[in-house]
């Protein structure tokens, strides 16, 4: 046994006030299914907020790698983004 190590807790990243005319990355952390949900979600934004840009990308990798390719390009290009876990 041992003693887990410290926590330090991370703020939520801030809210933009709207999504209107703001571009959403969706990205699938390739955990099962994940895509199949975001696509869903691409097709909801796409009918109910056309103004919404969504931009669909899939992480390299497993979901527990990071990618820092793709979330440089998220914070340079994106208002938002969703990252799915599905199953």
Known sequence: MGYPPRIVQKGMAPRPTTL?????????????????????????????????RTVFRSKSGVYTEDDPELFSEIRERADAAIVGVGH
Request: with cysteine.
């Open 20 to 52: 209107e005319g703001k571009t959403v990355y969706l990205v699938d952390c390739r955990f099962d299914d994940s895509d199949i949900l975001l696509r869903q979600m691409e097709a909801w934004f796409n009918e109910h907020m056309p103004s919404v």
